[in-house]
């Protein structure tokens, strides 16, 4: 894999195309923005789990900060070098911009939110934009349309599930059997063991003033500490009774437990899963890597027409593993745990120096930088930081080094991340070889490459085929005919836990109004139940190859509703003589 990716880079260098010249001492090619949602409603609640109007706000700003950079500097003497060469500055040209989203409705709906601050309505935003014309904008008689809203603009934007092989490269840790059964042997750990005992009173000292005594004290203990901080530090914000009884220094413990928690199932390189040295709790972050490099690539290999500025949204998850991988910290505390919502990871490639030709760079005048916002706070700045094991002052590096770093941490494939999490996903059996997943072997894996179950699918042809002719004679000779019944109205097996974090096997803990501004439903549990073994190993699991665009993406459901839901409830035989 590594030799076909330098080859790939190789031979892209050859490639030139039209563009436009900077004039500030850098000129940026192409940026990957990746981008936590904004705030939403707990996990641990009894409504869906939403994109919150602070959520928006929040994810507006941030978009807006990336105009400021990238399209249309309020200071262009300052910040001029960052505009992206040839980027559209007012409307959004989807062919230059790459926006991809999990389904989830607080994840999807902050790239929406993201987007209108990247690119505002046009009238609303811009007193001299309806003199803007475009060819599809101008009528016969010369009036020229904007878009309604004021001229809201319509981007592009992938919205990826858990039955679609897309959808790995945001949500790598989803459906994956290693990364669960690594995860819970964490619950026998010293660290576990250690932390959990010393800060049970802790959790028993907000028990009651928080949850009204409705959760049970053994689901008020470190083994919910994601959960646990997601709901309180929701209410504190828009529950006067929680946020009268409950302290801020009491509030930072809940997240610093948090995000001792969530480094340790999402940031740990040493644990492995079904094979050694797998360092299966950063596979988020394996395949995040993956889809940055692929998506430089794409800019490359089109000669910077494509991929000018690509948005990844997803939840914290596969950014704490890529920072890690990255080695980031070991040298900072900002990225030891979960990042504040709304956070963006960036990667720049860039050239330094004036442009001094209309062709794209070559890849040895090509460089890459890391930058990380944690927040969206006005205050916050976009920071540079350095990457694979460099510190200060040296924060760029070139673009051949940066392939290497991420070839040594990446997954690159659907088939690759099939054959190591052991997956369970639907898509998998496009990627099944002969060896028995039940009895991996001890390393892993080798370079994956595409290793389709063409027999399979051949056999399942001719079965359909068959299938069909026998039908037609039945309808034919004996009259069978087909009509749909109504399906009843189906529960959801998520409970209460939603969301890209909620797992199969959480207690489904469902808060609804009532006490201390709390109370708890436990739905399948009796009073007293700990979950066994895993925070999500059981029954089911939570939720391109390297450089593919994705496909029409599918609504997120619940595993075993899958099938159903795809296809629809199987069609009842109506026969009559």
């Known amino acids: 894999m590594a030799q076909l990716l330098r080859t790939a880079l190789l031979l892209s260098a050859v490639f030139t195309g039209a563009v436009v010249a900077s004039n500030g001492s850098e000129t940026i090619w192409s940026s990957v923005v990746i981008t936590r949602n904004g705030d939403s409603i707990p996990l641990i ?16 700003s941030a978009g807006a900060v990336f105009r400021d950079r990238y399209i249309a500097p309020s200071d262009v003497a300052t910040y001029g070098e960052y505009i992206i060469n040839g980027i ?113 009173d802790f959790y028993q000292s907000i028990a009651t003033s928080i949850f009204g005594g409705e959760l049970p004290s053994t689901d008020i203990n470190y083994h919910n500490a994601y959960y646990i901080f997601d709901y309180v530090n929701y209410g504190y914000l828009y529950n006067n009774t929680i946020h009268d009884r409950i302290t801020e ?23 492995s899963g079904y094979y050694a040295g797998d360092r299966i709790r950063s596979i988020a972050g394996q395949t995040l890597a993956a889809e940055v490099l692929g998506l430089f690539l794409n800019s490359i290999e089109t000669g910077g027409a494509a991929s000018k500025l690509n948005l990844l949204f997803t939840t914290f998850d596969p950014m704490i593993s890529l920072a890690s991988l990255m080695g980031l ?176 096997s959480d207690p489904d803990l469902t808060v609804v109004k009532g006490g201390a501004g709390a109370t708890v439903v436990r739905e399948g549990l009796t009073p007293g139940h700990e979950r066994v073994g895993s925070w999500e190993l059981g029954e089911g699991s939570k939720g391109k190859d390297f450089g593919a665009l994705p496909s029409a993406a599918e609504g997120r459901r619940p595993s075993f509703e899958a099938d159903e839901e795809m296809h629809g409830e199987a069609v009842k035989v109506d026969e009559r003589v």
């Open 45 to 60: 609640s009894n409504e869906p789990t939403v994109l919150t109007p602070l959520g928006a706000q929040q994810l507006f």
């Open 88 to 200: 559209s500055t007012y409307q959004i040209d989807n062919t230059q911009t790459f926006a991809l989203s999990l389904l989830e409705e607080y994840v999807a709906a902050s790239a929406q939110a993201f987007i209108q601050g990247l690119y505002p309505p046009l009238i609303n935003s811009f007193p001299t934009a309806d003199s803007i014309i475009t060819p599809v904008s101008l009528l016969a008689n010369g009036s020229n349309i904007a878009f309604p809203l004021g001229g809201y603009q319509y981007p592009n934007i992938y919205a990826t599930s858990s039955l679609d092989p897309y959808s790995i490269w945001l949500a790598g840790q989803t459906n994956c059997n290693g990364f669960l059964v690594s995860g819970s042997e964490y619950f026998d750990t010293p660290e576990y063991l250690s932390v959990a005992a010393a800060t049970q």
């Open 249 to 271: 220094d009491q509030l930072a413990q809940l997240r610093t437990l948090a995000d001792q928690w969530e480094f340790a199932i999402n940031g740990n390189l040493s644990a």
């Open 329 to 504: 910290p070991d040298m900072y505390e900002e990225f030891f745990g979960l990042p504040q919502l709304g956070s963006s990871m960036v990667f720049e490639m860039f050239t330094a120096g004036n442009v001094s030709s209309s062709n794209y760079p070559t890849i040895a005048e090509l460089q890459v930088r890391f930058l990380f916002r944690n927040g969206t706070n006005s205050t916050m700045n976009l920071d540079e930081y350095p990457i694979f094991g460099n510190s200060e002052p040296i924060m760029a590096m070139s673009l051949t080094d940066f392939s290497t770093a991420i070839e040594g941490i990446m997954t690159a494939t659907v088939d690759a991340w099939c054959a190591i999490c052991q997956s369970d996903a639907e898509f998998c059996a496009a990627y099944a070889n002969t060896t028995n997943a039940s009895t991996p072997s001890t390393s892993p894996p080798s370079s994956p490459a595409s290793r389709p179950a063409v027999a399979g699918v051949i056999g399942a042809i001719i079965a359909l085929i068959l299938a069909g002719l026998l039908l037609a004679l039945a309808m034919l000779l004996f009259g069978v005919r087909f009509h749909r019944r109504p399906s009843p109205k189906r529960r959801s097996h998520l409970g209460g836990f939603k969301g890209a974090e909620k797992m199969a």
